[in-house]
């Protein structure tokens, strides 16, 4: 079935430091969703890209959408305490918009 | 509005109980979701509904039941509680066509 890689799986970085986790596919994505999960809490949907070489920004956070649809790429600028947590992407299953598959997320220590 | 709640937020059961996780939501999504979480699994669909009276399977349904008698409402039931079902679970809905999903708090549950 579909399947959608990211890594890392953890990144320990330095408070002010960059910080940026990759989301793979083999195959073409129709779209793609960023979630953060901070620790003990609830996934809270971040973005949606949907067209090839799609970028978009929030404030420190810049989100990528590859030219084949086939990557993504979440960039945080200048980290801080708050972006602690886990950061997943997810794409709805192929030929359908009713499940989406997960990444495992790669999990975010910010030292201050 | 309330999103999307769900209760118990926290249940211990032995081994062989059963019991019912609730979930409701107040936008009025058509989309209903229920995933487990583990340490290093993500996010893993259990049941899905994309309408009332309508349930399909996700990727681990083994040992749980779901039904959706209306809109809002999509509870969960653990049939005969095991520990293998010790996790994290979490309710999410969303609008049809591809749209994120809203998750709710989560339910802590051990079994024992």
């Known amino acids: 079935g579909q399947q959608v890689m990211q890594i890392p799986q953890y990144q320990h970085v330095q408070e002010g430091e960059d910080f940026t986790t990759y989301c793979n596919s083999s195959?073409?994505?129709?779209?793609i969703q960023w979630y953060k999960q901070r620790p003990g809490g609830h996934p809270v949907f971040l973005i949606q890209?949907?067209?090839s070489g799609e970028v978009k920004k929030q404030k420190r956070l810049t989100f990528q959408f590859g030219e084949a649809k086939k990557n993504s790429s979440l960039h945080i600028t200048a980290t801080q305490t708050t972006d602690v947590g886990t950061y997943f992407c997810?794409?709805?299953?192929?030929?359908?918009?009713?499940?989406?598959?997960w990444g495992l997320g790669t999990s975010l220590a910010v030292n201050p | 509005n309330a999103g999307v709640t769900q209760t118990p937020k926290f249940q211990v059961l032995k081994t062989g109980q059963s019991m019912t996780l609730q979930c409701a939501q107040d936008?009025?999504?058509?989309?209903m979701s229920w995933y487990r979480q583990d340490p290093g699994m993500g996010l893993r669909l259990i049941h899905y509904?994309?309408?009332?009276?309508?349930?399909d399977q996700g990727e681990v349904p083994n040992g749980y039941n779901v039904s959706r008698s209306t809109t809002e409402d999509f509870p969960l039931r653990l049939l005969s509680a095991a520990p293998s079902q010790t996790s994290v679970y979490f309710c999410?809905?969303?609008?049809?066509?591809?749209?994120?999903?809203?998750f709710g708090p989560g339910t802590r549950l051990t079994v024992t």
């Open positions: 999410a809905s969303s609008p049809p066509g591809g749209g994120p999903q809203y």
């Open positions: 936008m009025n999504h058509e989309y």
């Open positions: 509904s994309v309408g009332a009276g309508i349930t």
């Open positions: 195959t073409t994505l129709s779209n």
């Open positions: 890209l949907v067209k």
């Open positions: 997810a794409v709805y299953n192929a030929g359908n918009n009713r499940k989406l598959i």
